[in-house]
């Protein structure tokens, strides 16, 4: 797979070096978005890595979004910055692989253990009958774990996307915002354009 350049990935860490001087609440705060058999699907999630291959997230895989994205292995990320300059906003489009095996042990061990219980307790997406079902489930995990370290769930995970579109939207007055995209061909190798707010 082709790597993001390296001016794309410098640019967007100066970006979320400003988010968090400029006290974003959750800079890592992205917006998903998923669509299957055409009816799109949007939530927030955390980024938790970004390198050359992609923009890396974790989740059930059994969960609403973790179906959607093996179903139709294509999404969007959205981030949005207010506070940075006159407001900026990140968008990337392209496809999404589930992260390997190792990797996703590694960030699930370094998860607070109240984190790591609860991936457990969680039946993502089903129907909960009361919050006290899930405090139950929560109380059989803590007491199965006691005293030993909590291992990754079976189908717990990540999900890294790899763009082939990412723009960079600057804001400012009058809604004259500046627009970069840039974008990966079939041949691997990325352009760039500027568009018309």
Do not use: C
Request: glycine share 8%; no cysteine.
């Amino acid at each position: 797979m082709d790597n993001i350049p390296d001016d794309l990935r410098a640019t967007f860490d100066a970006l979320f070096a400003e988010a968090v001087t400029a006290g974003e609440p959750v800079p890592t705060a992205m917006t998903l978005a998923t669509a299957v058999d055409g009816q799109p699907s949007a939530r927030t999630v955390l980024l938790k890595a970004f390198d050359a291959r992609g923009f890396v997230f974790y989740t059930h895989l059994d969960g609403r979004k973790g179906r959607e994205l093996q179903a139709n292995p294509r999404a969007s990320l959205l981030f949005h910055w207010p506070r940075v300059r006159e407001g900026v906003q990140v968008r990337i489009e392209g496809d999404v692989e589930i992260v390997a095996g190792d990797e996703a042990d590694a960030y699930f061990a370094s998860r607070p253990r109240g984190s790591q219980v609860g991936a457990w307790a969680s039946l993502q997406s089903e129907t909960l009958a009361s919050r006290e079902t899930f405090e139950d489930r929560i109380a059989q995990f803590e007491q199965e774990f006691e005293g030993r370290e909590v291992p990754r769930p079976p189908r717990w995970g990540g999900f890294r996307l790899l763009p082939r579109h990412l723009e960079f939207w600057y804001g400012a007055q009058f809604r004259l915002h500046e627009r970069w995209l840039h974008e990966r061909g079939e041949d691997g190798t990325w352009s760039r354009r500027m568009l018309y707010p």
